[in-house]
């Protein structure tokens, strides 16, 4: 039998992964994330689980290689977290490309429906008996022009929601997909154009900070920036400065870029460190959820049945589909 230790478990990844695991696998579930003061607890496993938030660096897959463990397998499409580099020959990285794409595009739109009617302020408003519409104008989706960035599967989702609104539907994509349902235009013609701007990209080294002093400056005035995908896409100090200028209009945020500390865990009791975070959250015309877009029954059952069968493939010496290489 092969031993995984599983890392950042919650109580919902313990249920989906219990279901798909086999009798040739065991689970080690951890609380918490990989690092390099936790990395101790992969020692005598073969194989390591793990998520956005655990830091695969250096200093951590030397450790892990030192233990004797081969494989880590990402329970997530993204791998930015990652250093391929030092990996590379050493231990194999798997993850999950795809598990429920519709999962995050319809979060995506219910961030832009709760910002736009702003079903927020009218939830609390109506808790506390009051029933005044001021202050509560939305404006009709039908018409209005969203710009997607990154039309991979989620990307695609997402515009076919859009066309469900009647919106007209603008895209940038290095590599184009004939199945976008858009229109394809160059990213500053899609930031000068766009009502709604929605991120589906993934991180690399070329889109850090996407969305920085220069490119707030291209929007159309007033526009929402949505980003349901990595918080590093966004440089948060502009898009604080556009939201202050009135250049943004609304922002909707599943990730932030220093997210890696807070997101997932609960610090209701305690005052927030991070001044950065707790500006953004006040702001009247912002919504921040905690990176879960992914969060449904489907897609957590996609995860673990994906990230179960790589480990499957990778102790059965077969052909690894999901591997990630340099």
Aim: hydrophobic fraction near 40%; include cysteine; aromatic fraction near 8%.
């Amino acid at each position: 039998m092969k031993t995984v230790a599983f890392f950042d478990a919650k109580t919902y990844d313990r249920e989906s992964f219990l279901r798909f695991k086999d009798d040739e696998i065991n689970i080690r579930f951890f609380e918490n994330k990989l690092n390099a003061d936790t990395v101790s607890m992969a020692a005598c496993c073969d194989g390591v689980c793990a998520f956005v938030n655990d830091t695969i660096d250096k200093q951590v897959i030397d450790k892990l290689e030192e233990y004797g463990v081969g494989v880590i397998a990402m329970r997530c499409a993204g791998y930015n977290n990652v250093d391929l580099k030092a990996a590379a020959g050493r231990i194999k990285i798997l993850r999950v490309p795809a598990y429920s794409p519709y999962a995050v595009a319809e979060h995506t739109m219910g961030l832009i429906l709760t910002l736009n009617r702003k079903l927020h302020r009218a939830y609390i408003r109506t808790r506390d008996h009051n029933f005044s519409l001021d202050g509560l104008i939305g404006f009709d989706l039908r018409g209005k022009t969203v710009g997607i960035v990154g039309t991979g599967k989620i990307g695609r989702c997402f515009a076919d929601i859009c066309e469900g609104f009647g919106m007209n539907i603008l895209g940038f994509d290095p590599y184009e997909n004939k199945e976008f349902s858009g229109k394809y235009v160059s990213l500053d013609e899609l930031l000068g154009n766009s009502d709604i701007i929605s991120l589906h990209c993934p991180l690399t080294k070329d889109n850090h900070h996407l969305i920085n002093d220069l490119t707030v400056g291209k929007m159309k005035k007033g526009a929402y920036i949505i980003n349901t995908s990595r918080g590093l896409l966004i440089d948060t100090q502009a898009l604080i400065n556009g939201l202050k200028s009135g250049r943004i209009g609304a922002a909707g945020l599943d990730v932030y870029e220093e997210e890696t500390s807070l997101f997932f865990e609960d610090y209701s009791d305690e005052i927030i460190p991070d001044d950065t975070l707790s500006t953004i959250i006040s702001m009247p015309n912002v919504i921040v959820t905690s990176h879960q877009a992914f969060l449904t029954r489907e897609a957590l059952d996609g995860i673990a049945e994906t990230t179960i069968s790589n480990l499957r493939a990778y102790f059965a010496g077969e052909k690894l589909e999901n591997e990630v290489t340099l």
